[in-house]
């Protein structure tokens, strides 16, 4: 098992930045990719970026040029820096992981951030 645990989210004003962190802890070296999806109430939940073991890096259309994805694998955590923030990022952001041994994947409880002014 793994388990996650995000920070970082909250309000901001359009044009802002946040980083959110997701801190793994248990089996360790079962990670694999790792990434940030968000959702609103009554959505699908969305692929933001993601990042393997090797750094490879993907991200959503809508987020490229303002948000980075990034690890540190020594210290099992994953960060999502988000520049330019839009209205329409606003949403619950979960932290993933997929196991690299299994078809497992594990979620985070979800972090809040809201671009308002």
């Known amino acids: 098992q793994v388990q996650l645990v995000e920070s970082g989210g909250g309000l901001v004003q359009p044009g802002g930045s946040l980083r959110l962190s997701c801190a793994a802890s248990?089996?360790?070296?079962?990670?694999?990719?790792m990434g940030w999806y968000r959702q609103n109430p009554g959505k699908q939940r969305d692929l933001v970026a993601s990042?393997?073991?090797?750094?490879?890096?993907n991200y959503a259309d809508s987020v490229k040029g303002r948000f980075t994805i990034s690890r540190d694998n020594a210290k099992n955590t994953a960060y999502l820096q988000m520049n330019s923030l839009k209205l329409e990022d606003t949403a619950i952001y979960y932290c993933?992981?997929?196991?690299?041994?299994?078809?497992?994947?594990?979620w985070g409880q979800g972090t809040q951030v809201t671009v308002s002014s």
């Open positions: 993933n992981v997929k196991s690299r041994y299994s078809s497992s994947t594990y």
């Open positions: 248990g089996s360790i070296f079962n990670i694999g990719t």
């Open positions: 990042i393997t073991t090797g750094g490879n890096t």
